[in-house]
C-alpha cells in the first residue's frame, strides 16, 4: 500500500513568495496532521483534520500559515508570505481512529523548505 | 497534562554495543498508546511500535525490543548488537485516543553507532 505522499520534497524560494505543500495522506485514514520539525522547536503539530474538517489549528503559527483538504485524498499547506524563519521540514501524516488500528500515526518523507 | 521526556539528547556507542533508549512519559488517562519512532538522516519518520495502555507485555523484534512499565510510566527501547544502520534521532510518543487522536512526542534522542 502507498504511504502518505508528499510533494515537493524540497523547495527552495525567496522571502515573500508563496509556498503550497501538498498532501496525499493513505487511502481510509480518517485523520490528516500537518507538522513542522526544526532544530530549535522539534517537532511542532500544526494542524489537524478528521473527516477533511480541521479539528484544531491552534499550532499555526500566524495568519500567513493556512491549510485546507477539500477532499479525503487531498490536502495542502500555504504559507503566504513566505519568511526565512519558515524554514522547516513540513510533514504531513495521516491514521486511523478506531480500536484495532490504534491511531498509529504514519508520516510522510517530508517537504523541506528553505526560504531565503 | 501529558508530557514525554527523553532526558538521553545524544548517545554514542561502538557497533555490536546494546543501548537503551529511555523514555518517561505523564498522563492522567487511564486508556493511552505509546510509540517509538524513528528518523533516520535521510529525515523520514518510520514508525516502529505501538504499546497500548493495558499491555505491559515487553515486545522483541529482531535486535529490538521494549520493555513498558506502567509502575515507572516508561517505556524504554533497547537495541542488541547495533549497527551503523541504527544510527538516527529515536522519538517516543504518546497519544489520546479518545481526545481527537492528539500525540505527543518526545523531544527526541539522537544515536549514533561508531564503525
Known amino acids: 500500500d502507498a504511504g502518505v505522499i508528499q510533494s515537493p520534497r524540497h523547495e527552495v524560494t525567496e522571502m515573500g513568495q508563496e509556498v503550497t505543500l501538498r498532501c496525499k495522506p493513505i487511502s481510509g485514514h480518517d485523520y490528516l496532521f500537518w507538522y513542522r520539525q526544526t532544530m530549535m522547536r522539534g517537532l511542532e503539530l500544526l494542524i489537524y483534520f478528521n473527516n477533511n474538517v480541521p479539528i484544531d489549528d491552534s499550532g499555526m503559527p500566524e495568519d500567513r500559515f493556512s491549510a485546507k483538504m477539500p477532499n479525503a485524498s487531498f490536502s495542502t499547506l500555504k504559507i503566504q508570505p513566505s519568511e526565512p524563519r519558515d524554514s522547516a521540514v513540513y510533514f504531513c501524516?495521516?491514521?486511523?481512529?478506531?480500536?484495532?488500528?490504534?491511531?498509529?500515526?504514519?508520516f510522510g518523507e517530508g517537504s523541506w523548505l528553505t526560504v531565503v | 497534562a501529558q508530557k514525554v521526556t527523553q532526558a538521553q539528547t545524544e548517545i554514542s556507542v561502538v557497533e555490536k554495543e546494546d543501548v537503551t533508549l529511555d523514555c518517561v512519559y505523564e498522563t492522567r488517562d487511564t486508556t493511552y498508546y505509546l510509540f517509538w519512532y524513528k528518523q533516520p538522516p535521510s529525515g523520514e519518520l518510520v514508525f516502529l511500535i505501538r504499546r497500548n495502555s493495558f499491555d505491559e507485555q515487553n515486545e522483541i523484534s529482531g535486535r529490538y525490543s521494549w520493555n513498558f512499565q506502567k509502575s515507572t510510566s516508561s517505556f524504554n527501547f533497547t537495541i542488541t548488537a547495533s549497527q551503523v544502520v541504527d544510527s538516527a534521532v529515536y522519538f517516543c510518543?504518546?497519544?489520546?485516543?479518545?481526545?481527537?487522536?492528539?500525540?505527543?512526542f518526545g523531544t527526541g534522542t539522537s544515536l549514533t553507532v561508531i564503525p
Open positions: 501524516a495521516s491514521s486511523q481512529q478506531g480500536r484495532w488500528a490504534g491511531n498509529t500515526i504514519y
Open positions: 510518543a504518546l497519544s489520546r485516543p479518545n481526545t481527537g487522536n492528539q500525540f505527543y
